[in-house]
């Protein structure tokens, strides 16, 4: 039996339609799992490093201030000898010149650390009466390494002492001297035990020479 025409036209177009309709939907698609991304750990600047400017004495203690005003290092005298000069060479960034000055009738052997304008010294003289392992001495303004070597108020090593008085005046220290004659004379601050020690100074013609601490008022930096 021959097919006609139109039989075959349709039979095509069915075909056609079939090829174009969209495939169903599968019913188990496969998802991939999204990629996530894992972030590193985060950047962050650590605290700038604080600049050493410094140096003050008082009475208990020698510390180390930077050119912001903070406080990098606080020596206690009663601090042994060797770690105070480990932390206080770090805080200055400066290492000392080590020497002896030798033992007298009066006086043991003593180790000498100097930066320069800064001195640490011991045994402390007359350390055991007040809990001192060593003394700290100022000699001239500066360290070698340029940091100040300040009382207070930034007075300093070729100040007056009547400038110290001055720059005291309402403050909280109070300034004790005493007249030896002759140029000579001794002056008191930070004053502690009902000012029996503190910060000595040594004035020359109205100037402070040198100044240490922790020393008794009436007495140098000798055990006699």
Do not use: K
């Amino acid at each position: 039996m021959r097919r006609t025409p139109h039989l075959v036209v349709i039979a095509l177009v069915i075909a056609g339609l079939t090829a174009c309709s969209p495939r169903p939907a599968d019913p188990h698609p496969t998802v991939e799992a999204p990629v996530v991304e894992t972030p590193g750990p985060a950047v962050t600047s650590g605290p700038a490093a604080l600049i050493p400017s410094f140096v003050v004495i008082n009475a208990h203690s020698v510390s180390v201030g930077a050119t912001t005003q903070e406080l990098i290092e606080e020596v206690p005298f009663t601090t042994a000898p060797a770690t105070a000069v480990d932390l206080l060479s770090e805080a200055m960034e400066a290492e000392p010149v080590v020497s002896t000055i030798a033992g007298t009738g009066c006086s043991p052997e003593a180790t000498v650390w100097d930066w320069t304008g800064l001195r640490l010294i011991a045994p402390a003289p007359r350390g055991a009466d007040l809990g001192a392992q060593f003394i700290a001495r100022a000699t001239a303004a500066e360290t070698g390494n340029g940091l100040g070597i300040e009382l207070t108020f930034a007075d300093r090593v070729g100040a007056t002492l009547a400038d110290v008085i001055a720059h005291q005046e309402g403050g909280a220290y109070t300034v004790v001297s005493e007249d030896l004659g002759a140029g000579h004379a001794v002056a008191m601050l930070d004053g502690q035990d009902g000012g029996t020690w503190g910060v000595i100074m040594v004035v020359e013609g109205g100037v402070i020479t040198s100044y240490y601490a922790p020393g008794y008022f009436h007495d140098d930096d000798s055990t006699c």
